[in-house]
C-alpha cells in the first residue's frame, strides 16, 4: 500500500503559477501510474493529468493543455504538477491518486485510481 501527501497549494493571483507536490511513502513510487484530480465546490472530481509508468507517458484535460505539466522523479518518490498561468475557475481542491501500472494508457477517472492523498487547496483571485 502507498501513502500520498500532496502540498504547495495556497492563494496566488490570475496569471501567477503554482508547483503542486504528490509525495509517496510504504512503497516505491516508480511502478504506479499517478494522476491529479481537483474538485470545486459543489462540482464533480475532474481529471487533471496523468503519468504512466510505462515511458512516462502523459495526458492533460482540455482545460489545463499547455499550461500545466505533469513530471515525475522516482528517485524522490515524488510527483510534481507545474501550473502556469492559472486562472479563476483553476480554483479547487487538488488530490493526488496512484494506482499500480497497468499498461500505457493513462487512466482518466478517478474509480481507476486506489490510493489517494487528502487534498491540497488551489485558490486563485482575479
Known amino acids: 500500500q502507498v501513502q500520498l501527501v500532496e502540498s504547495g497549494g495556497g492563494l496566488v493571483q490570475a496569471g501567477d503559477s503554482l508547483r503542486l507536490s504528490c509525495a509517496a511513502s510504504?512503497?516505491?513510487?516508480?511502478?504506479?501510474?499517478v494522476g491529479w484530480f481537483r474538485q470545486a465546490p459543489g462540482q464533480e472530481r475532474e481529471f487533471v493529468a496523468g503519468?504512466?509508468?510505462?515511458?512516462?507517458?502523459?495526458t492533460y484535460a482540455d482545460s489545463v493543455k499547455g499550461r500545466f505539466t505533469i513530471s515525475r522523479d522516482n528517485a524522490q518518490n515524488t510527483v510534481y504538477l507545474q501550473m502556469n498561468s492559472l486562472k479563476p475557475e483553476d480554483t479547487a481542491v487538488y488530490y493526488c491518486?496512484?494506482?499500480?501500472?497497468?499498461?500505457?494508457?493513462?487512466?482518466?477517472?478517478?474509480?481507476?485510481?486506489?490510493?489517494w492523498g487528502q487534498g491540497t487547496q488551489v485558490t486563485v483571485s482575479s
Open positions: 503519468i504512466v509508468w510505462a515511458a512516462g507517458r502523459t
Open positions: 510504504g512503497r516505491t513510487f516508480s511502478s504506479y501510474d
Open positions: 491518486a496512484a494506482s499500480a501500472a497497468v499498461g500505457w494508457v493513462v487512466r482518466t477517472t478517478a474509480p481507476q485510481y486506489a490510493y
